[in-house]
């Protein structure tokens, strides 16, 4: 997903495929940020929710309304405030390695890119789920 596509179809995406965090590129197609899915449901809760959880239990929110949200915004708009840097490995880069940056980082997506001088280019993601499906499958 880049920032400017429509935060409706980003919530699609995370929901259809299971997806623990989003990657969100720039318009240039660059790895911009990574945004758990977590961080993206708060931004759907009032915030008065949020600080005051017991308060959530009482308040008839229906999913519907809080997924109305997200009509007409884009991904740039829906995201938090903060933001999480993508990580990121080279398509040579083992299990193991990526597993660290996940572990070192927080991050339960990592981009894989390959880098041709300033050029950078998406190859596709490796999110915390797959990699511990190739670990379980090894032992």
Same mark, same amino acid.
């Given at each position: 997903?880049?920032?400017?596509?429509?935060?409706?179809?980003?919530?699609?995406?995370?929901?259809?495929?299971?997806?623990?965090? !989003?990657?969100? *590129?720039?318009? %240039?197609?660059?790895?911009? +940020?990574?945004?758990?899915?977590?961080?993206?449901?708060?931004?759907? *809760?009032?915030?008065?929710?949020? %600080?005051?959880?017991? @308060? #959530?239990?009482?308040?008839?929110?229906?999913?519907?309304? @809080? +997924?109305?949200?997200? +009509?007409?915004?884009?991904?740039?708009?829906?995201?938090?405030?903060? @933001?999480?840097?993508?990580?990121?490995?080279?398509?040579?880069?083992?299990?193991?390695?990526? #597993?660290? !940056?996940? +572990?070192?980082? =927080?991050?339960? @997506?990592? #981009?894989?890119?390959?880098? %041709?001088?300033?050029?950078?280019? *998406? *190859?596709?993601?490796?999110?915390?789920?797959?990699?511990?499906? =190739?670990?379980?499958?090894?032992?």
């Amino acid at each position: 997903m880049t920032t400017d596509d429509e935060a409706m179809a980003a919530a699609r995406l995370l929901a259809e495929r299971s997806l623990p965090a !989003l990657l969100v *590129l720039d318009r %240039d197609g660059q790895p911009y +940020a990574i945004v758990p899915g977590s961080q993206l449901i708060r931004q759907l *809760l009032p915030s008065y929710l949020v %600080d005051a959880p017991r @308060l #959530a239990a009482a308040v008839p929110v229906v999913g519907g309304e @809080l +997924a109305e949200r997200l +009509a007409g915004l884009t991904v740039a708009e829906w995201m938090p405030r903060r @933001l999480y840097p993508p990580q990121a490995a080279g398509p040579d880069a083992q299990p193991i390695e990526v #597993a660290a !940056l996940m +572990a070192r980082s =927080h991050s339960p @997506l990592v #981009a894989v890119i390959e880098r %041709d001088g300033d050029q950078v280019t *998406l *190859l596709g993601t490796v999110t915390a789920a797959r990699l511990m499906q =190739h670990f379980i499958r090894s032992a």
